[in-house]
């Protein structure tokens, strides 16, 4: 199975930067994703990582570290909009999504 | 709109009455996922599809519930004598798996909220 762990809420201030912190134990792993959910909406997909390291999509960054378990969002730029949750899901090998509960992010002006 | 499509957006239901919810997902998207999603919760797996076969139920999918995808398009998911403990969100998700090479990205429906008095 599938053991996923994210902070549960996060606040942070309009133009900063928030890191939201992804942690996974798992059976079998291949890939980590994230995802963009805004209340009573569907999840849409913001990065994937596979290798280590860092991919960088715009304002939105995603690294990852399989030796540690580790993975983290970087949000840089803050906007009011970006206030929804985030969900890190680890995908195993046969391609099924295990998510953690999600992390809200407020952005205050 | 060419992305997933769920039918109702909403469903509120007696306990005990059956419902029924369809999915289209993206066309040419050879796999389809349902997952179900509580307050505070992430998704959850439930079973998927690759093209008509369905290939894997959860555990958390008990005897009451059904899925099908009778012509590898869209599909349908069943809950027969609803409970309380069914009410949640029921996400669909498509995606198309390619061998080799490819991300497999997960792109998801707008969801049937269900509410079982």
């Known amino acids: 199975g599938q053991n996923i762990d994210q902070p549960t809420e996060m606040t942070a201030t309009e133009g900063a930067i928030v890191q939201i912190n992804c942690t996974y134990q798992t059976s079998g792993f291949n890939g980590l994703f994230w995802y963009q959910q805004h209340a009573g909406e569907a999840p849409t997909f913001l990065s994937y990582n596979v290798l280590d390291g860092l991919e960088e999509k715009g304002r939105f960054s995603s690294f990852l570290s399989r030796s540690k378990g580790y993975s983290y969002l970087l949000l840089k730029e803050l906007q009011m909009k970006d206030s929804a949750s985030y969900l890190c899901?680890?995908?195993?090998?046969?391609?099924?999504?295990?998510f953690g509960a999600g992390t809200t992010v407020t952005v205050r002006a | 709109d060419t992305g997933v499509s769920q039918d109702p957006r909403h469903k509120i239901t007696k306990r005990g009455q059956n419902v029924t919810f369809r999915c289209d997902p993206i066309s040419e998207h050879n796999r389809l996922y349902w997952y179900r999603q509580t307050l505070g919760q992430g998704p959850e797996f439930l079973t998927y599809f690759q093209n008509e076969a369905q290939l894997e139920k959860s555990r958390l999918l008990s005897d009451r519930f059904s899925a099908e995808r009778p012509k590898g398009s869209f599909s349908t998911l069943e809950i027969q004598r609803t409970e309380q403990g069914d009410s949640a969100m029921y996400l669909c998700?498509?995606?198309?798996?390619?061998?080799?090479?490819?991300?497999?990205?997960?792109?998801f429906g707008p969801g049937t909220r269900l509410t079982v008095l």
């Open positions: 998700a498509s995606s198309l798996l390619t061998s080799g090479m490819g991300t497999d990205t997960q792109y």
């Open positions: 899901a680890v995908r195993d090998h046969d391609y099924k999504l295990s």
